[in-house]
């Protein structure tokens, strides 16, 4: 001992740091992946590694020759952003799609806000956004799982075989017929498992929940956003089909269909771009509940996860500004 | 079964590594000399009243408290000052302090030093403030503040209870779970003491439930007295923080700015009791304290009664000396504590703790961007946003670092401790305060 360490203190830290969450997530994942695999075959693993890799690369060279800047590849959140955005897309989106999703997310939702932390938006869905208002065709076409998968190689699919095995998605369904249209499609327990169109990472909403219950688990995320976004859409929904049942679909069907639970757990509950506070982030659920289900049935999308999300994204700032958590000694209405 | 109290807003769960729970109160030997700084408490600096060549006896006053916000200081040894000039205190700043070469341990007279247990108390309120000030005890959980100012309550306000605080939520130390165990019968004389000196019926004690024989021990013998009750309290740091240690047993909350005393509490340490005890029955000055020597790496982490103004070296050396790998040695909690400049420094009233680190742990986690994980705002005990008030203060947007309420922090560390970024939130802060107290006072004149 020559010399001592001066600092202030606290001279004790928690056990944590940026990668340490990031890879969490990542495990929390891991279930939905597998569940893509399954059912997506060589379709799905194609998607993730052009999507992963392509997120990896980008942020590389814009840190090395954009902003000149460290490197920041290893903190696990291009890892996180490329999981996502593939989470996001269906199974039988072209490769160079998928390379252009990955460099606006990486390009325009993040680095050019200047890197992680800085993002206004949640990056893996700007790219999602962006490619599915630029391909709509190839972004809402949605094999089938099971049947689709051995059709697929790691060039993709041919177009006439994939117009044979894709499907609607029990949303798309929702908004083409009306509730007779979903009547008779599959099943609850179909859905719930994963057996049904959709984005390759949304269709099991058993295997999200388990990666979700693992986070809330390991405190990576806090019950605010979950529970707020949850029980709004679901409370909304109910209104509506408890209002007129031939109309509106019930709210256990909006629960397990299209992007919700991955919504809720993975991408609302981003860090940067979701609220500090408690307070802030049960209304940053809330919002993104009741956005969701207004753009489902009354939008003409079937589905709004996306969306809601952006927006709530939008207003975190304002939120955080407007809804300070609750202070030590002072009275409720002095808070503010 | 019943759910234990704590305080609701924030709080973090570090690991807790009381490593030296089980070792009893050993009293370390005289050290050959002492330096006795005569500012050791919140307040104004004490006026020394002895020279240079002054033959000295333990307990023998040395320094007059003579401010309203200050205390005495007593010769903790006995023999000859050798100095009256400034020397390096713990947080490595010069300070006037009194350097008494020990000869033999010769007391003041009037001292009583039996281990004799004297209950009866015969002193009146008055008598009971006039002898706290004059022993000069100050609060020993590490704020220092002089004890008699505590006991006179402003006009217009009433102390409705008396809490003592046992909570030791510091990780690592364990001064106050030792003295709870050991000097349980003393410790409540001094509670009846304080309780007669602040002239209120009741007394709340609060103690975390990671020390069951403190709090078995005491509510033993508390059952012999009236009004005295010991609370078990779920482990959250800071709960030892007054404010929240107040929210926790009572569900008052302290308003902004304000002392414990505008919701009807004092609050005292169980070392302030302690040597309240002492002072009253015993005549006897603050010169000694349990001090906890702790690390993962000593060899023997103790509790040392140790007289004041010991170097922390002899406080190591009779732990087993300063392990080779060592990084970093703290005068604390690891929390709050101050790292020292060097182990020559004293050991001072408010000096719980000494916990050695080794070089592994010295140095802070690395430094990344903030990426507004909010942990800082969940962890903040006083409902603050730390991650704003560091931008503020790093940006010297003083108003702003104001009206966000940078004042209200009570530099607990939480903050910093779970941030994933390694961001040195506190830091910033008390840069911050600092500014925004000189703000606050020139807008005053």
Redesign the interface.
């Known amino acids: 001992?020559d010399k001592?360490?001066?600092?202030?203190?606290?001279?004790?830290?928690?056990n944590?740091?940026?990668p340490?969450?990031m890879y969490m997530v990542v495990i929390a994942m891991i279930p939905a992946m597998l569940v893509s695999f399954y059912m997506f075959g060589l379709g799905a693993l194609r998607v993730f590694l052009i999507s992963v890799l392509s997120c990896y690369l980008f942020e590389y060279l814009i840190q090395r020759y954009l902003i000149r800047g460290p490197i920041t590849i290893n903190?696990g959140s291009a890892l996180i952003t490329g999981i996502l955005l593939a989470f996001n897309v269906p199974s039988s989106v072209p490769w160079w799609m998928m390379v252009v999703g990955a460099l606006v997310a990486i390009g325009m939702g993040k680095m050019s806000f200047g890197?992680?932390?800085?993002n206004p938006f949640n990056p893996a869905l700007v790219g999602r956004v962006f490619m599915l208002i630029s391909f709509p065709v190839e972004m809402t076409r949605w094999p089938k799982p099971i049947v689709s998968r051995e059709y697929f190689s790691f060039a993709g699919m041919d177009d006439k075989i994939l117009d044979t095995v894709t499907g609607p998605t029990p949303l798309g369904k929702l908004q083409e017929e009306g509730v007779e249209g979903i009547s008779e499609s599959s099943g609850y327990a179909d859905m719930v498992l994963g057996q049904m169109g959709g984005s390759m990472g949304e269709i099991s909403a058993i295997a999200l929940v388990i990666g979700g219950l693992y986070l809330l688990y390991r405190r990576v995320i806090?019950w605010h956003i979950p529970v707020a976004y949850l029980g709004s859409s679901f409370a909304l929904a109910a209104i509506l089909w408890f209002a007129d049942p031939t109309q509106y679909a019930d709210p256990f069907f909006h629960l397990v269909t299209g992007g919700l639970i991955l919504g809720v757990f993975y991408m609302a509950t981003d860090?940067?771009s979701s609220?500090?506070?408690?307070k802030g982030?049960i209304i940053f659920g809330v919002g993104a509940g009741v956005l969701t289900i207004i753009i489902r049935v009354f939008g003409s999308y079937p589905e709004g996860v996306s969306f809601a999300i952006l927006l709530m994204n939008a207003a975190t700032p304002l939120i955080n500004n407007r809804f300070?958590?609750?202070?030590?000694?002072?009275k409720p209405a002095k808070a503010a | 079964m019943k759910t234990l109290k704590t305080f609701k807003l924030g709080g973090i769960h570090p690991q807790e590594y009381k490593i030296a729970a089980d070792q009893p109160i050993e009293v370390l030997p005289i050290p050959k000399t002492v330096d006795i700084p005569v500012a050791q408490n919140l307040g104004a600096p004490s006026k020394v009243v002895v020279k240079k060549g002054d033959q000295v006896k333990t307990g023998q006053l040395i320094a007059k408290g003579e401010a309203f916000i200050s205390a005495n200081v007593h010769a903790s040894v006995s023999g000859k000052v050798k100095k009256v000039d400034d020397v390096l205190d713990a947080s490595g700043y010069k300070r006037p302090a009194v350097t008494i070469q020990a000869e033999g341990d010769e007391w003041e007279e009037d001292i009583d030093t039996s281990g004799e247990i004297k209950k009866e108390i015969t002193a009146s309120q008055q008598e009971i403030v006039d002898k706290i000030q004059e022993k000069g005890i100050v609060g020993l959980g590490g704020a220092t503040f002089p004890s008699h100012v505590k006991l006179k309550v402003p006009e217009g306000k009433t102390a409705e209870y008396l809490i003592i605080n046992g909570v030791e939520c510091e990780p690592f130390l364990t001064s106050d779970h030792r003295l709870m165990v050991e000097k349980g019968e003393e410790l409540m004389v001094g509670i009846e003491i304080l309780k007669k000196g602040l002239g209120v019926e009741k007394v709340l004690i609060g103690i975390e439930n990671n020390k069951p024989d403190a709090i078995k021990h005491l509510s033993e013998i508390a059952a012999q007295y009236n009004n005295i009750e010991v609370h078990a309290l779920k482990v959250k740091y800071p709960q030892g923080g007054e404010k929240q240690l107040i929210k926790a047993l009572l569900g008052r909350e302290v308003p902004s700015g304000k002392l414990p005393i505008e919701v009807g509490c004092v609050v005292n340490n169980v070392g302030t009791a302690y040597a309240v005890y002492e002072a009253v029955q015993k005549n006897k000055p603050l010169i000694e304290r349990v001090v906890t020597v702790t690390g993962k790496k000593l060899e023997k982490p103790s509790n040392l009664q140790v007289r004041i103004g010991t170097p922390v070296k002899d406080l190591i050396d009779k732990a087993g000396g300063l392990p080779g790998d060592t990084g970093k040695v703290v005068n604390g909690g690891p929390m709050m504590g101050k790292a020292l400049t060097s182990l020559e420094a004293p050991i001072v009233k408010g000096t719980s703790g000494v916990i050695v680190f080794p070089e592994e742990e010295a140095n802070r986690p690395p430094l990344k961007s903030c990426i507004r994980c909010g942990k800082c705002v969940a962890a903040c005990p006083m409902g603050l946003e730390p991650l704003y008030l560091a931008q503020l203060s790093e940006k010297e947007l003083w108003e702003r670092a104001e009206e966000n309420l940078i004042m209200d922090c009570i530099e607990c560390g939480s903050c910093h401790y779970t941030c994933p970024s390694g961001r040195p939130l506190l830091d910033y802060i008390r840069v911050g305060k600092t500014n925004v107290g000189q703000m606050i006072k020139n807008r005053g004149n």
């Open positions: 001992m001592l360490v001066i600092s202030g203190s606290p001279h004790v830290h928690q944590t740091s940026i340490k969450l903190d890197g992680l932390g800085k806090t860090y940067v609220p500090i506070s408690a982030q300070k958590p609750k202070r030590f000694g002072h």
